[in-house]
């Protein structure tokens, strides 16, 4: 039998019902959840989605928190990297999400280009995605250096998920490679880490950091760490959601664990209905108006 999870006393000892990973559904999660889970230590996961209906299935699977990454660039719009992402692509994906959804925060990536001009750009940008998308926070990467937007944004009412460390938005300049290395490395990241919570992040996102340093950056921030290649300490975790389900092509990051092979799953449906078709087998009787 299926156990309703909302029914079960929550991890870290919070009332049943009240914990993030599928609490009850009469609405939605909001920034504050997250902030009270970390002080009652409860861990929780975080997935991507692009579409209304992958959406709607991690909504019954339970998630709090659904990420409408600009990896939508490799995974949903058929790009080599984020960087061509636009706002407008952002705003269309992050409405159907919502619409797609009843109870999990829904946080927007703020695409390449529309943050880095400047805190004013980075308000316009936010805004759309709030007040077209309907989403409850932005994400925007960048640590020291993107401080000054988070700060107007947090100012403004838009919760932001900062996210640091591997920030493939600047691949051009960083290459995908493991941050945080090396002793002046390391102390960057935590400059970074304080430098989002001051400005008023309500969680950070650590890619690609040491599994060591990351548990460091934990301990000494308030706010949620949510990892992503950066070991099993942080508050919570998140997964390019087609990379967990095995419907990337080819190679997936080291990090990722595969919880399914989505991909064969369809091809051999796609298969199967293309040799019924060819073999006249389907449509059968049943499947025929009359
Ligand atoms: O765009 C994205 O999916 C992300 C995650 C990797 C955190 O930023």
Redesign the pocket.
């Known amino acids: 039998m299926t156990q309703n999870p909302a029914a079960q006393p929550g991890p870290g000892g919070a009332p049943a019902g009240r914990t993030l990973y599928g609490g009850k559904s009469s609405r939605r999660i909001t920034v504050r959840d997250l902030t009270d889970a970390k002080e009652r230590g409860e861990k929780w996961p975080m997935l ?1 989605a692009y579409d209304a209906m992958t959406a709607s299935v991690f909504d019954q699977a339970g998630i709090p928190v659904l ?1 409408v ?4 660039g490799n995974c949903a719009l058929g790009y080599e990297t ?1 960087v061509p992402v636009t706002l407008d692509e952002m705003v269309v994906l992050s409405s159907a999400v919502v619409r797609g959804t009843r109870r999990p925060l829904i946080v927007a ?1 703020l695409p390449f280009g529309s943050f880095q001009e400047g805190p004013t750009q980075a308000l316009r940008s936010a805004l759309r995605l709030v007040k077209e998308a309907g989403v409850g926070a932005v ?1 925007l990467e960048g640590g020291e250096r993107s401080h000054r937007q988070i700060e107007l944004l947090v100012e403004s009412g838009i919760p932001v998920m900062a ?1 640091i460390g591997l920030t ?1 938005q600047s691949v051009n300049t960083m290459g995908y490679r493991v941050q945080g290395r090396g002793e002046e490395a390391a102390q960057q990241l935590l400059r970074d880490a304080k430098a989002v919570q001051d400005a008023g992040a309500f969680s950070v ?1 650590l ?1 690609l950091v040491p599994a060591e340093l990351a548990a460091e950056v934990t301990r000494a921030l308030q706010v949620p760490t949510i990892g ?1 290649g950066a070991g099993p300490d942080c508050d919570a975790q ?1 997964l ?1 959601a087609p990379d967990m389900l095995g419907l990337t092509d080819g190679r997936v990051p080291r990090f990722v664990k595969k919880y399914a092979d989505v991909r064969g799953v369809m091809e051999n449906a796609a298969r199967a209905f293309a040799e019924d078709v060819v073999g006249g087998t389907f449509p059968a009787e049943e499947h025929s108006v009359h």
């Open positions: 991507t990420l990454g600009d990896s939508a984020t990536d994400k996210h493939p996102v890619e992503i998140v390019v």
